[in-house]
């Protein structure tokens, strides 16, 4: 069984950091893209960023030049540095991944969120 599990989540200050990790376990044979969204209360679930294998990296507009997403592929896992943080970085965050499982398709995993509280 597939799971990714996040790490890194917490308390921090305005423009603090924070570094997220989220680590694949499970049989599988390969991740294609890996990324975070995020879900403030009362709002959306919205993509933050992601990373392809060949670590081609895309940015939501509001986390670009703050966050910077990375991969080991050794390590099946993905990390989010985050600097400079703000109030409304405030979120519950979310890995995702794309993995080839034994139906030998790509299926999309979540995982089960930690909880980003930047206080001003």
């Known amino acids: 069984q597939v799971q990714l599990v996040e790490s890194g989540g917490g308390l921090v200050q305005a423009g603090g950091s924070l570094r997220l990790s989220c680590a694949a376990s499970g049989s599988f044979f390969s991740i294609n893209t890996m990324g975070w969204s995020r879900q403030a209360p009362g709002k959306q679930r919205e993509l933050v960023a992601s990373?392809?294998?060949?670590?081609?990296?895309n940015y939501a507009d509001s986390v670009k030049g703050r966050f910077t997403i990375s991969r080991d592929n050794a390590k099946n896992t993905v990390y989010l540095q985050m600097n400079s943080l703000k109030p409304e970085d405030t979120a519950v965050y979310y890995c995702?991944?794309?993995?080839?499982?034994?139906?030998?398709?790509?299926?999309?995993?979540w995982g089960q969120g930690t909880q980003v509280t930047v206080s001003s």
């Open positions: 995702n991944a794309e993995i080839l499982g034994s139906e030998l398709k790509y299926r999309g995993y």
């Open positions: 990373i392809t294998r060949g670590a081609s990296t």
